[in-house]
């Protein structure tokens, strides 16, 4: 069983930045790739970034070229380097990682982003 757990988010000014972290509790070797999902009041939750176990990168077209998702195999972390952070980044923040049978979800980290 494997627990992904997120830290990192916060409040920060429109233009700013954030780092956040996602690492695993338990074995990750059954994980095929890591993913950073967000959901926003009222709406659905919706992909940002994924990493495959190769390094395949993937962006929602709304966050490509301000958003860099990188991942530290050695100690089962992943990331989202968020910049230019926009109001409608506003969103709780999860991180994803895809097994073999089954998805296993974090807790998710609150980002706001005020104008």
């Known amino acids: 069983q494997v627990q992904p757990v997120e830290s990192g988010g916060g409040l920060v000014q429109a233009g700013g930045s954030l780092r956040l972290s996602c690492a695993a509790s338990?074995?990750?070797?059954?994980?095929?790739?890591m993913a950073w999902y967000r959901q926003a009041p009222g709406k659905q939750r919706e992909f940002v970034a994924r990493?495959?176990?190769?390094?395949?990168?993937h962006y929602a077209d709304s966050v490509k070229g301000r958003f860099t998702i990188s991942r530290d195999s050695a100690n089962n972390t992943m990331y989202l380097q968020m910049n230019s952070l926009k109001p409608e980044d506003t969103a709780v923040y999860y991180c994803n990682f895809e097994g073999l049978r089954r998805d296993y979800w974090g807790q998710g980290t609150q980002v706001t982003v005020s104008s």
């Open positions: 338990g074995s990750t070797l059954t994980i095929n790739a």
């Open positions: 990493i495959g176990t190769s390094g395949l990168i």
